[in-house]
């Protein structure tokens, strides 16, 4: 049963503290999304790659946040430096096709709180 | 821009009572329209998606769909709610231009009474 792993489950931090979360896509799946859950904002797409390159990140702070796929079996989303406001689950999902009309699948999600 | 509107926050039902979760969404043409449940402390999973052909659409776990072009809708039914459907359901909204993005839903809290 292909899965969507992302680690950590949990972090806690200070605010100024780098954050750095990991995204393993299913072996295959070509587009990789980084959504963040709130309860004010609700889902927001962060950013998405398409076969590693990024083709949307309009969603995320450019200041303090940045998405990479260093492999196909990678993704990762660092924000330097947090801050309490970026206290969300961060979700990422994978898939094939258009984002707008193919099914996500998505990880557990990594909970994030800066304290 | 597209929107997607889950009127209700929260419902309740009665284990074995029939579900109805309300889906809005506001485009000039036809979108592609899911439904994603969420359980606690878990990813999003697609429930079912419709992009054309029959308006009644059937997903997993005993779930379905109508798609009403006349009132904008994509309602989630289920006729008989089991216990283990408490979570957290969203509709989605996909445009294939203008970004090429879904749109997600506020999302729908369902409780489950025994």
């Known amino acids: 049963d292909a899965r969507v792993t992302q680690t950590p489950r949990h972090k806690v931090t200070e605010m100024g503290q780098e954050v750095t979360m990991r995204c393993q896509p299913i072996?295959?799946?070509?587009?990789v999304f980084w959504y963040r859950q709130t309860m004010m904002q609700g889902l927001e797409l962060l950013a998405y790659f398409r076969n590693r390159a990024p083709l949307d990140d309009s969603g995320m702070p450019k200041d303090r946040f940045s998405a990479e796929m260093p492999d196909a079996t990678l993704a990762t989303l660092k924000i330097q430096p947090s801050e309490p406001r970026d206290s969300a689950v961060y979700f990422c999902?994978?898939?094939?096709?258009?984002?707008?009309?193919?099914?996500?699948?998505f990880g557990p999600g990594t909970r994030l709180t800066v304290l | 821009a597209q929107s997607v509107t889950q009127p209700d926050i929260h419902i309740t039902v009665s284990e074995g009572a029939s579900l109805e979760l309300r889906c809005n969404y506001s485009?000039?043409?036809?979108?592609?329209l899911f439904w994603y449940v969420q359980s606690p402390g878990q990813g999003l999973q697609l429930l079912l998606k419709y992009f054309s052909g029959d308006t009644l659409v059937q997903g997993i776990k005993g779930f379905e769909a109508e798609f009403k072009r006349s009132q904008s809708s994509f309602n989630l039914r289920k006729p008989s709610v089991h216990w283990s459907d408490a979570a957290e359901y969203f509709c989605?909204?996909?445009?294939?231009?203008?970004?090429?993005?879904?749109?997600f839903g506020t999302g729908t809290q369902l409780k489950v009474e025994l």
């Open positions: 999902a994978s898939g094939l096709g258009q984002p707008s009309t193919d099914t996500q699948y």
């Open positions: 072996l295959g799946h070509n587009t």
């Open positions: 485009y000039g043409a036809t979108p592609y």
């Open positions: 989605a909204v996909g445009i294939t231009g203008g970004g090429n993005k879904l749109t």
